[in-house]
Nanobody
Framework: QVHLVESGGGLVQAGDSLRLSCAVS????????MSWFRQAPGKEREFVAR????????FHADFLKGRFTISRDKTNNMVYLQMNGLNAEDTGVYYC????????????????WGQGTQVTVSS
């Protein structure tokens, strides 16, 4: 079992930055992939970024245009999402998720999820 707890969301203005955190406990996979997804009101959950736990290899969604960065701290079992240049389209609930599929960007392929943290960007 893997337990994920997100934090760091909030209400910010366009152009601001936020750093989301995901506390990871438990272990279900030898080398999990940790990802961030987000879901805006009335829209499907979409992939944001992923990182391999052991090697730290990252992949970010193209639409981010370099504004977000995923990272992890193996010592403290944390995953982060640094978000810069936020705009109203970034508003939504952000979820941390874990999978054993290295290249996955599909929510259905992630068996473990956190409860989500709300990010609201006012324009």
């Amino acid at each position: 079992q893997v337990h994920l707890v997100e934090s760091g969301g909030g209400l910010v203005q366009a152009g601001d930055s936020l750093r989301l955190s995901c506390a990871v406990s438990g272990r279900a996979f030898t080398d999990p992939v940790m990802s961030w997804f987000r879901q805006a009101p009335g829209k499907e959950r979409e992939f944001v970024a992923r990182i391999s736990w052991s090697g730290g290899i990252t992949f970010h969604a193209d639409f981010l245009k370099g504004r977000f960065t995923i990272s992890r701290d193996k010592t403290n079992n944390m995953v982060y999402l640094q978000m810069n240049g936020l705009n109203a389209e970034d508003t939504g609930v952000y979820y941390c998720a874990a999978s054993n599929l290295r290249l996955s960007r599909i929510p259905g392929e992630y068996p473990y999820w956190g409860q989500g943290t709300q990010v609201t960007v006012s324009s």
